[in-house]
């Protein structure tokens, strides 16, 4: 070893310390265990770039959104899950009421996502927004004649609203910021008002909707964003039709704006792979997958500088969002469910 170069000698233990190193680390593979409610065929694309870019591997439970919360719940301290992805501000919030995540604190996050898009303890995240938009039949109703939510409770709409159930979580967190927008007692106002407007009981899904104001079963209803989309983007011809007999409206341009929600993630309590789980957050706020993610339901990226190529939502163009914050939803909830109760909406 005396004729071997200082530097050599040097750069072989080195290599020796490091190979040391290295077994434990192959022994035990980095994981990172996901339970989401998306399945989108970008989502593949959105995993894979997380896996290359960290070495991670990315273990996926789907499910339903309700379903995967009641998993975890059973679960309980022994739960795998690290990180839950589900729609909906309401439905993170009700996981944060069963004391299911963990707060993250990160200067990515917290510089990427506006605020308004994230609980503000760290304990949930925004990483795409969808907006509740009034939706009429064009044949029946011009441009312009319908423009906030308030008016849907107006007597001219009687008989000619469709809506879904007030059990269903988008209602429930529309009622939760026209509660913080108006108060209780218009909110409740509201609530009696369009109830008393509906053209046949509360069914369906927001396609449901859609698809009974194209066929005239109703004159105007409300719905996310991608929803419509998916009728003008589908290969099925009746189902295309129906979309361009729609005309779309960003409701409360002047004032409050748009009702804009998330879908959203947020880590668990027992995540046992708690770094992996923050750093896939932090990556879900990247350029790259804030494009998939949004992408891949047709809804905007969270965060604002991310554009995207959507032809629908580039046909709809900018519109004024409201910036009250997401967890409002959810803390108003309760109240919201009262309200359709005592107005028996269904
Ligand atoms: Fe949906």
Known sequence: MGTMPNFLSRNIALAAAALLLAVPALAQEKVL?????????????????????????????????????ERVR????????DVLITVDAGRLWRAEQLGMF???????????????????????????T?????????????????????ELADPKWKGRVCMRSSTNIYNLS?????????????AQAWAKGVRANLAVEPKGGDSDQLKAVAAGECDVTVSNQYYYAR??????PDEKQAGERIGIVFPNQKTWGTHVNISGAGVLKHAPNREAAVRFLEYLASDEA???????????????????????????GDFKRDTLNVSVLGKNQPNSQKIYDRVAWK
Do not use: C, M
Request: charged share 25%; glycine share 8%.
């Open 33 to 69: 265990n996901l339970y989401s409610s998306r399945h989108y065929q970008t989502d593949e694309a959105l995993y894979s770039g997380f896996s290359k870019a960290t070495g991670i591997k990315i273990n996926r439970i789907e499910g339903g959104e309700d379903a995967l919360i």
């Open 74 to 81: 059973n679960e309980g301290e022994r739960s795998p899950a």
């Open 102 to 128: 963990q707060p993250v604190k990160s200067p990515v996050l917290d510089s990427r996502i506006p605020a308004s898009l994230r609980e503000p303890g760290g304990l949930w995240f925004g990483f795409s």
């Open 130 to 150: 969808r907006a509740r938009l009034i939706a009429y039949n064009k044949a029946k109703v011009k441009p312009g004649e319908i423009q906030t939510y308030e």
């Open 174 to 186: 529309l009622l939760g910021a026209l509660i913080d927008h108006l108060g209780e007692e218009k």
């Open 231 to 236: 009728l003008l983007r589908s290969q099925k």
């Open 290 to 316: 804030q494009r998939y993610f949004a992408d891949g339901n047709n809804e905007w990226p969270a965060v604002p500088s991310v554009k995207i190529d959507n032809p629908v939502l580039s046909q709809l």
